[in-house]
């Protein structure tokens, strides 16, 4: 049985490489590889550090916060995936993360016209399946 990609939302492929990405934010826990020679974060997984070359990488719990570095907002359903428009308008981010891995990410819980290059957020996760789950960031909003 295959499913209609007009009618649902796209899963990632999960591989050997990236399980253990997918199978922390499930558990609400964002990891990412961290190089031991050189202590570089690195997102995307990779085999290999993207600092140095090394392949003395170790699946590493990192800091929840980053900053906005680049967003845009879609206001149609992305790549004919009927399952999206449900969530429009989405905002997709690029955001620094504090440990400084670079990341893209959607923002959630914000509307459009608050989303500002250089605001602070803070990851939350969305289970989407049996196996995984999605680090999504929210504004870091300020005690009033």
């Known amino acids: 049985m295959s499913v209609d990609p007009t009618s649902a939302k796209p899963l990632p492929v999960i591989t050997d490489l990236t399980r253990p990405f997918w199978t922390a934010a499930k558990a609400g826990r964002l990891v990412l590889q961290k190089c031991q020679q050189c202590g570089t974060f690195n997102f995307h997984p990779k085999p290999w550090c993207i600092e140095c070359g090394s392949r003395a990488l170790e699946w590493t719990d990192a800091r929840p916060g980053g900053t906005v570095y680049s967003h845009t907002v879609s206001r149609s359903v992305a790549m004919n995936y009927q399952g999206w428009a449900a969530d429009l308008p989405v905002i997709l981010c690029l955001v620094d993360l504090d440990d400084g891995a670079r990341m893209y990410a959607q923002v959630t819980d914000c509307a459009p016209e608050e989303i500002r290059v250089g605001m602070r957020v803070t990851v939350h ?20």
């Open 125 to 144: 996760f969305e289970s989407i399946s049996d196996e995984a789950g999605i680090p999504k960031f929210r504004l870091e909003r300020s005690a009033a």
